[in-house]
């Protein structure tokens, strides 16, 4: 199966920046799409954004022009920097990748556990 860690989470100030990654292992054969979503305290959680094995992505409009998504795909790896970082941007950051993994052809929605990120004012 697949198994995303995440790492980078952790207390910034506002205006400040800061990196999260995430990587995959286990059985995969090919990964498709690979996305950073997020969730605030008492709201649902949302796309931040979302890059395409050919490199394409899409953004969030609360954070477009100050996050960017990237991968490396040689590392199964996923980043989202996040810069002028805003008190609205407290969340809990979970990655996701669209994945084929090995006997199989169809392909699954593989989460990782989240990594929260606090900005402070």
């Known amino acids: 199966q697949v198994r995303l860690v995440e790492s980078g989470g952790g207390l910034v100030q506002a205006g400040g920046s800061r990196r999260l990654s995430c990587a995959a292992s286990?059985?995969?054969?090919?990964?498709?799409?690979m996305a950073w979503y997020r969730q605030a305290p008492g709201k649902q959680r949302e796309l931040a954004a979302t890059?395409?094995?050919?490199?394409?992505?899409i953004y969030a409009d609360s954070v477009k022009g100050r996050f960017t998504i990237s991968r490396d795909n040689a590392k199964n790896t996923v980043y989202l920097q996040m810069n002028d970082l805003k008190p609205e941007d407290t969340a809990i950051y979970y990655c996701?990748?669209?994945?084929?993994?090995?006997?199989?052809?169809?392909?699954?929605?593989?989460w990782g556990q989240g990594t929260q990120v606090t900005v402070s004012s």
């Open positions: 890059v395409t094995s050919g490199g394409r992505s």
């Open positions: 996701n990748i669209r994945a084929t993994i090995r006997g199989r052809l169809e392909e699954f929605d593989y």
């Open positions: 286990g059985s995969i054969r090919s990964i498709n799409t």
